[in-house]
Nanobody, 116 residues
Framework: QVQLVESGGGLVQPGGSLRLSCAAS????????MGWYRQAPGKQRELVAT???????NYADSLKGRFTISRDNAKNTVYLQMNSLKPEDTAVYYC??????????WGQGTQVTVSS
């Protein structure tokens, strides 16, 4: 089992920045990749970014250049730095972990609201 705890969400003005954190615990040695997804009201959950244990990253095309995913393997934590935030970035952001046995785990989600 893997447990994921997200933090760092909140209210920010357009153009501002936030950094989300996701700490993993449990069977962390078997985690192959971690990532962030988001779900806006009335929309499907969508990929934001992922990062493997080796550091390879993947981003949603529309977010490249504004969002950066990183990982601290020693702390079993993944981060999402979000810059130049727009109102359309408003969503619940979910942390995700994929184990080598293809089991997938989700955090509880953290709300990000971009509004003036």
């Amino acid at each position: 089992q893997v447990q994921l705890v997200e933090s760092g969400g909140g209210l920010v003005q357009p153009g501002g920045s936030l950094r989300l954190s996701c700490a993993a615990s449990g069977s962390v040695a078997s985690i192959y990749a971690m990532g962030w997804y988001r779900q806006a009201p009335g929309k499907q959950r969508e990929l934001v970014a992922t990062i493997t244990s080796g550091g390879s990253t993947n981003y949603a095309d529309s977010l490249k250049g504004r969002f950066t995913i990183s990982r601290d393997n020693a702390k079993n934590t993944v981060y999402l730095q979000m810059n130049s935030l727009k109102p359309e970035d408003t969503a619940v952001y979910y942390c995700n972990a994929l184990r080598t046995n293809f089991q997938r785990y989700w955090g509880q989600g953290t709300q990000v609201t971009v509004s003036s």
